[in-house]
């Protein structure tokens, strides 16, 4: 199995994203995944590449056991072979119980293809929006400032799906952001 730790969003996360990071408790995400506590193993057998029954008890095993603070794991900690458990689990806990894992899922959008990532959308659709709109902007900004236009795209995509419109981002020059999407 691969290591958790070597994964791309900690790594983005620590270099980068400053918006996203307010808003994650990174510190305490990247001491749990070097402890490689009991969430973080359940979490490793999401893997999709397990025996289906491996995964599915995994899933099982996070739900009965989680709390709120083990959700902001699942997006981050994970592997793209995990994401799809992982976000199946996130809509099976419903809101609030997996609000730290909601500004996680934007890092999903950097390609829209990725497992998860329609769930994801799905997902953020479904919460009252004045939760999720910090959220957004957050993503929309380190994705700007990382000149990631993938993840723009993935992100307008998100919100055309959502019906979100520029008027109801607090600060609507973050939306105007978006145009440089067509970049990608």
Request: hydrophobic share 45%; charged share 30%.
């Amino acid at each position: 199995m691969e290591n958790i730790s070597a994964n791309s969003f900690l790594s983005d996360i620590k270099n980068g994203c400053p918006q996203l990071k307010r808003f994650l408790n990174y510190a305490r995400i990247v001491e749990r995944v070097e402890q490689q506590d009991e969430i973080v193993k359940l979490v490793h057998r999401f893997n999709w590449s397990l025996p289906q029954e491996v995964q599915d008890d995994a899933v099982k095993k996070f739900l009965d056991l989680a709390e709120e603070e083990d959700y902001a794991l699942l997006p981050i900690i994970g592997e793209k072979r995990t994401w799809e458990n992982a976000t199946h689990a996130i809509k099976s806990a419903g809101y609030p119980k997996n609000k730290q894992a909601l500004p996680g899922l934007m890092f999903l959008f950097q390609d829209i293809n990725w497992p998860g990532a329609l769930e994801s959308v799905a997902i953020l659709k479904d919460i009252d929006r004045r939760v999720v709109m910090p959220f957004i902007a957050a993503a929309i900004k380190d994705a700007f400032d990382s000149k990631d236009y993938q993840w723009l795209w993935g992100i307008r995509c998100f919100l055309n799906d959502a019906q979100i419109c520029k008027s109801e981002f607090e600060e609507e020059d973050v939306y105007d952001l978006l145009a440089h999407a067509d970049l990608y």
